[in-house]
């Protein structure tokens, strides 16, 4: 057992299917064994979140994978933090209205069953905010916070079927420069009420918010990010770089804790699946309903109401090395925020690898592994020891506008990407110079 510097601890998190290695840490006596006395509490928004943590309010929490590297950089709140454990690949899609998947659908060619062909593209969505923007209607979507990998993901969707998201610049963060879809922040439990409202025309966000809109009959979803990437990373555990150095063994207790609960999440093909759906469906986590919990966590993904189709893969916890902290996850993150004007300045390569390296941890992760392979409680063969923190590229076939991401050539993946900021461009008003 490591002698721990600090034993009682709060982590945040935001009611989210995606949560649920913090919950199955705490529920399977996985934190108890480290010697560590957790309380997990719910947090009203990201921001709240994040200023928890950094005010060490909160020792720790679920965040969203751009968020500890926006914060080292200085976009939005200035502060160090790192993560040494990935929470999860995949999980989110992209939901539109009834209203909008009906104008949608005459652009969308069937499969022989006559149902939808997916993955679903922009391309589908385009003449109807062409037809929006004619009657001077602006066309807005939502998602949950300017550094989520959702804002990014529908940025990516939009953008690989035509569409122009919209640029940030230092003088204006609201990133609707030059857009032709609007998009704004509504926290995810209130995404299919605002949805309902007609205030948004769809938006990007994590379950059980897309499969809420099914059940409410209120909305379809087109995508999910599987679809869009696949095997993306999602959301991250986040602490401060001033606690992991304070507390260096509390940080590997904790990193054992969270690996054991991503394990028996897939296990055995995802067996325990049902347990973790009904640990999640308590007021204290998600709090929403288990059969709509299970309609994804279980291995399908409902679309359009009774299109319910197998997705194995839609929330991975463990497997494909879903927990190593990547530094080519980091360095997506970072070539998005700069495609779209978060970063207002061209960067050299080696800045995208030197902020990766600050922020994402594998050495504390492999080190939390190896303990708990030396105790008989995890296997050698699942965990990659050798890498050198970037994947492999990921092949064009996996990704929806089937162009290659190679994490080791930041630069030129953004140059390949027809809409975004390329090169030494900048964004000066409305326009974009260079």
Request: proline share 7%; aromatic share 12%.
């Amino acid at each position: 057992m490591l002698e721990l510097e600090k034993d009682e601890l709060k982590f945040g998190f935001i009611k989210l299917t995606d949560m649920a290695p913090l919950a199955v840490a705490y529920e399977q006596g996985y934190f108890l064994d480290e010697g560590l006395f957790v309380t997990l509490e719910a947090q009203a928004n990201w921001k709240v979140l994040l200023d928890g943590v950094i005010g060490g309010q909160l020792d720790g929490a679920h965040m969203l994978a751009g968020q500890p590297l926006a914060a080292t950089i200085g976009f939005g709140t200035e502060a160090h933090i790192i993560t040494p454990f990935s929470m999860d690949l995949n999980g989110n899609g992209i939901t539109v209205s009834n209203e909008i998947w009906d104008q949608m659908k005459p652009n969308i060619p069937q499969d022989a069953d006559g149902k939808p062909q997916h993955p679903i593209s922009a391309e589908a969505l385009a003449p109807v905010v062409e037809k929006y923007k004619s009657e001077g209607k602006p066309f807005n979507m939502g998602m949950v916070f300017p550094v989520s990998t959702h804002n990014y993901e529908l940025r990516y969707w939009l953008a690989a079927g035509g569409l122009h998201p919209g640029y940030y610049s230092p003088d204006n963060i609201s990133g609707q420069i030059g857009a032709d879809v609007l998009l704004s922040v509504t926290p995810p439990p209130q995404m299919p009420a605002t949805l309902e409202a007609g205030t948004i025309y769809g938006y990007c966000v994590g379950e059980p918010w897309n499969q809420q809109a099914v059940f409410k009959g209120i909305g379809v979803p087109v995508i999910t990010d599987y679809e869009l990437w696949k095997n993306n990373p999602e959301k991250v555990f986040g602490i401060s770089a001033e606690f992991a150095e304070a507390n260096p063994n509390t940080t590997l207790a904790v990193t054992k804790a969270l690996i054991r609960a991503a394990m028996w999440l897939d296990e055995n093909d995802n067996a325990n699946r049902m347990e973790a759906v009904e640990i999640l469906a308590k007021p204290e986590y998600v709090g929403a309903d288990a059969e709509v919990i299970a309609n994804s966590m279980t291995g399908t993904f409902e679309y359009e109401k009774g299109d319910k189709r197998e997705v194995p893969d839609f929330n991975v916890f463990f497997r494909y090395n879903a927990t190593y902290p990547f530094y080519s996850d980091a360095v997506w993150y970072l070539t998005q925020m700069r495609r779209w004007g978060q970063i207002s300045e061209a960067k050299p390569d080696s800045w995208y690898d030197e902020v990766a390296k600050s922020v994402y941890k594998p050495e504390i992760y492999l080190e939390a592994a190896r303990m708990l392979v030396d105790e008989g409680l995890a296997n050698e063969a699942d965990f990659p020891w050798d890498s050198d923190g970037y994947k492999e590229p990921t092949p064009a076939a996996d990704i929806i506008d089937g162009i290659t991401y190679d994490g080791k050539a930041p630069n030129a993946y953004l140059d390949s990407l027809p809409i975004g900021l390329k090169g030494e461009q900048i964004v000066e008003g409305t326009e974009v110079k260079g």
